[in-house]
């Protein structure tokens, strides 16, 4: 322990001291450039691993629920327009996607030791899984669905009578959200036996 405390002892020291080599100015602009190459290569990583090319690169995902995935409207519509993995399972705002990121390392924790690794594996923890990703949406007023769906935008009379009286009263209200009523929209739903209203 004495010697771990003169060690930063030592280094506090060579911290303090003026350089005897660079200039402050050399220092500065040094750092500052390390400051611009680390966050250029931070916000990089940061892109890369929000992909679906990345989400589905582990067999995980690609052969559980990106093949459920195909069978929706969310992949392939009249319109064209598809969402990704990211679309709904990353925040868009910088700060509630750092936060999601950092969520996201238990799921690598999981790959690494073999979770989910087999399709018997997945199913069993398939319904703790969907319970986590829709408390989630419920936590944060389904904050990725609302980045492509919107009530100020909504023709109520082009829906269904009950969507539209659902989506006119209460999810507008915030007495609800999406994820209230579209469980199963883009996965399979997990075996919901014992589950109320189910």
């Not at 890369?48 to 969310?74: A, P």
């Not at 669905?145 to 507008?172: I, P, V």
């Amino acid at each position: 322990m004495k010697a771990l405390f003169a060690l930063l002892k030592d280094y506090w020291g060579i911290l303090r001291q003026p350089s005897l080599y660079y200039s402050l100015g050399f220092l500065t602009l040094g750092g500052f450039i390390a400051g611009i190459i680390f966050w250029g290569g931070f916000n990089t990583a940061l892109e890369l691993t929000n992909t679906e090319k990345f989400c589905v690169s582990c067999h995980e995902m690609r052969d559980n629920v990106f093949v459920e995935l195909k069978d929706t409207i969310h992949y392939t519509n009249r319109s064209g327009v598809r969402a990704s993995c990211p679309d709904c399972h990353v925040p868009h705002e910088w700060t509630h996607k750092i936060a999601r990121k950092m969520q996201a390392s238990k799921e690598v924790w999981g790959k690494i030791f073999g979770t989910i690794d087999t399709r018997d594996k997945f199913v069993a923890l398939r319904r703790e899984l969907a319970e986590h990703e829709w408390a989630r949406l419920k936590a944060n007023d389904s904050r990725e669905c609302r980045n492509c769906h919107n009530f100020e935008f909504m023709d109520f009379t082009r829906q269904g009578k009950r969507a539209a009286a659902m989506h006119s009263t209460s999810l507008a209200k915030g007495e609800a959200t999406c994820i209230d009523c579209h469980k199963g929209i883009a996965h399979k739903l997990p075996d919901m036996s014992g589950v109320k209203g189910w």
